[in-house]
């Protein structure tokens, strides 16, 4: 079985505050796969990131950033100098167990204000 | 380019009616999912299929049906609607069952029941 949970469900930050978005993870797969994806108020979701477990190598693109610790099963997303277009859910997904099927958090509602 | 296409964009049915949600993707994407969002839940998985002409139950499929008419098309069918299944609905593919490769979404489809 595998799960991800997203304590976080509502954070709210001022414009140019940093924030993190924690997700940890269950799974008995040594291969399994990490992804974050963005929900806008329109609606629809936007993908943002994918990291394997092999890979622990942290990653930045732009103000994003992402903290993968399998010591700790996370897998971290910060927003550097957060801006109110970042608004959004993000979803945390986790994929493993040979069919891999990518299994959902609850999501985390970030809101920035002017 | 359009991805993963879902008609309708907004449905209303009364207790009882029957519909059916398309959904169709023009990646050459093995497998496709069908999951359900509500408030609070993040996304849970309704059906899934691994490839043309499998289909498998995911976390909720009570009072759903699935068809995988081809490896473009994949059906979720509600056939006696009910309040409990008010949601909005994201069909999504995915190469190689979404290990190595992200699942791209629909727009998705609200529904109500009243």
């Known amino acids: 079985a595998q799960k991800v949970t997203q304590a976080q469900t509502e954070i709210s930050v001022v414009e140019k505050e940093d924030v993190t978005l924690d997700c940890v993870y269950e799974?008995?797969?040594?291969?399994?796969?990490l992804f974050w994806y963005k929900q806008p108020p329109s609606g629809e979701l936007v993908f943002l990131i994918r990291?394997?477990?092999?890979?622990?190598q942290n990653e930045i693109s732009g103000r994003y950033s992402w903290n993968f610790q399998k010591s700790t099963s996370s897998f971290n997303f910060t927003i550097t100098a957060s801006q109110v277009v970042d608004s959004a859910v993000y979803f945390c997904?986790?994929?493993?167990?040979?069919?891999?099927?990518?299994?959902f958090g609850r999501g985390t509602s970030l809101i920035v204000h002017p | 380019n359009a991805g993963v296409t879902q008609t309708p964009k907004f449905q209303v049915l009364k207790t009882g009616q029957s519909m059916t949600l398309q959904c169709a993707q023009d990646?050459?994407?093995?497998?496709m999912y069908w999951y359900r969002q509500d408030p609070g839940m993040g996304l849970r998985l309704i059906y899934y299929?691994?490839?043309?002409?499998?289909?498998d139950k995911g976390e909720v499929p009570n009072g759903y049906n699935v068809s995988r008419l081809n490896k473009r098309e994949f059906s979720l069918r509600l056939e006696s609607a009910a309040p409990s299944q008010t949601s909005v609905y994201f069909c999504?593919?995915?190469?190689?069952?979404?290990?190595?490769?992200?699942?791209?979404f629909g727009q998705g489809t609200r529904l109500t029941v009243v």
């Open positions: 990646m050459n994407h093995n497998s």
């Open positions: 799974t008995r797969d040594t291969t399994y796969y």
């Open positions: 999504a593919s995915s190469e190689l069952g979404g290990g190595n490769t992200e699942a791209f």
């Open positions: 299929s691994a490839s043309e002409g499998t289909t």
């Open positions: 990291r394997n477990s092999f890979d622990e």
């Open positions: 997904a986790l994929s493993s167990g040979g069919s891999y099927i990518p299994t």
